[in-house]
């Protein structure tokens, strides 16, 4: 009865965010729900001791990532760079290359440090433009926007500043450049069978005849990419080189300056208690802030006119989806939380942990996880923050470095986080103006690829001990 329970809360999420209602309404209703059912004296202390505090102490730790990378994204969108840089990758690939074009677009603003969402709305209108031109069917847009934005430059590349690959920094104690070889590997093995089988998608299209507008009546449409009074390609692409480049100097610096640990006095005022900082368990945070920064005042530096003149708005704009993204992530915390405290969880726990490799067990449970929460960042926190304990002690058993547990979870978050009740998967179908039933195969076989490449770098680090 009790694992019903836990079950039941975990698919009540999973229907109600496949619905569209808000997870940040539903985890609590969904989380208190299974605590009414087991033990009703436990409702408002579960709910306040544990769902509050843990969804705080998500947004206390992460919310400056959101805040910053929405903030950058918009930036290079309003600058007018995010055009510069599709328009040069499209010159440089050539209009016969339009899947490749837009997959090196999509990975260029990801690794960058632009937000996927604002990835989705700013490549679009030019992938829309580029398909037509080559008739290749606007059907496949989206699952080639998904392999260039959602996989290998989301969580497989090292340094990357997605939230995806930040989150294991603070559970195994690593920074965001974590395994840098396993998952440069995994990076190639991801974009190369992607972009096979995407061209495999249009070659087969091309025989059939099928054009860009297909069979079915096309639905928000942008209008023609004109291509004019765009910044250089050298000075658009110059804040995203400057994050990744600052993003490590600030990895390296940050343990050199502060140490381990840094103390401060909170007040003048009285003998209050000093404040500890356990700097190693948020130097990438802070390396990641750091470097979001720097891209900023380099957009700002490079296009003053253009930013400040829709600041306000853009910035709006961004802080909201900010809000949003970062509140929707924090709820499923919490309700991981909550859920890992229930009797019915160890019935969970205990069939996870029957597997017996250490990597593989982790793989299955964060992609799991990811996959019922419909969220990577959602369901990687659920499973660290109910497992990491014995991840690690599994892992020191094993001999297994924490590099190669922070890479293993990064990747296996971002595999089948991408079902159909996903948040990114519906909006981008939403921007192309297409259905699931249009569109979402291409999605998901690259959310097969992306879950495959996983087991291949746990493959190679066991065949050759690669970190």
């Not at 069917?137 to 497989?156: N, Q, S, V």
């Not at 300056?257 to 356990?278: K, R, T």
């Not at 250490?358 to 996880?369: G, S």
């Amino acid at each position: 009865m009790a694992f019903l329970i836990v079950l039941a809360a975990l698919a009540f999420l999973m229907f109600v965010a496949y619905r569209g209602y808000s997870v940040i309404l539903f985890a609590p209703v969904a989380a208190l729900g299974a605590v009414l059912l087991t033990d009703p004296s436990l409702v408002a202390p579960m709910f306040t001791g544990l769902f509050m505090d843990r969804m705080v102490g998500f947004l206390k730790l992460y919310f400056p990532v959101f805040l910053l990378g929405a903030v950058f994204g918009k930036l290079i969108e309003v600058s007018g760079f995010s055009k510069s840089i599709v328009a040069a990758t499209i010159r440089l690939f050539g209009a016969q290359r339009a899947m490749l074009s837009i997959v090196a677009v999509c990975a260029l603003l990801t690794y960058g440090g632009v937000s996927l969402f604002v990835v989705v709305f700013a490549v679009y209108p030019f992938a829309a433009e580029l398909f037509r031109q080559s008739d290749i069917p606007k059907r496949l847009i989206p699952g080639t926007i998904a392999l260039g934005a959602f996989t290998f430059t989301m969580d497989a590349l090292p340094g990357t500043p997605q939230i995806q690959n930040i989150i294991p920094t603070t559970f195994f104690g690593t920074d965001s450049w974590a395994a840098p070889v396993l998952g440069t590997l995994g990076g190639a093995f991801i974009l190369a069978v992607g972009l096979v089988y995407l061209e495999s998608r249009r070659r087969k299209a091309a025989a059939a005849g099928e054009g860009y507008a297909g069979d079915a009546p096309l639905v928000n449409e942008p209008a023609t990419f004109a291509g004019s009074a765009l910044a250089h390609p050298l000075v658009a692409i110059l804040p995203l080189v400057l994050v990744g480049v600052a993003n490590k100097l600030f990895t390296d610096w940050i343990p050199r300056i502060y140490g381990d640990s840094h103390s401060f006095n909170p007040a003048v005022i009285g003998d209050a208690a000093p404040v500890v900082q356990e700097v190693s368990r948020v130097a990438a945070i802070w390396a990641v802030q750091g470097a979001l920064l720097v891209g900023i005042l380099t957009v700002l530096a490079f296009a003053w006119k253009p930013v400040i003149a829709s600041f306000a708005e853009g910035t709006r704009a961004a802080i909201g989806g900010a809000l949003l993204a970062a509140m929707n992530t924090a709820s499923e915390y919490g309700f991981g939380a909550v859920i890992a405290a229930l009797p019915g969880f160890l019935v969970v726990a205990n069939a996870l942990g029957a597997i017996p490799n250490p990597l593989v067990n982790e793989a299955i449970t964060v992609t799991a996880l990811a996959g019922i929460t419909g969220s990577a960042s959602g369901g990687m926190s659920i499973a660290l923050a109910a497992m990491a304990d014995t991840f690690i002690a599994n892992a020191n058993a094993a001999g297994i470095p924490m590099e190669v547990l922070h890479r293993v979870a990064s990747m296996a978050s971002g595999g089948m986080d991408t079902l159909p009740h996903n948040g990114a998967v519906i909006t981008l179908l939403a921007v192309t103006g297409l259905t699931h039933r249009q569109a979402y195969k291409d999605i998901f076989a690259i959310t097969i690829i992306k879950t495959l490449a996983v087991f291949v770098v746990i493959g190679l680090f066991y065949a050759f001990g690669v970190v």
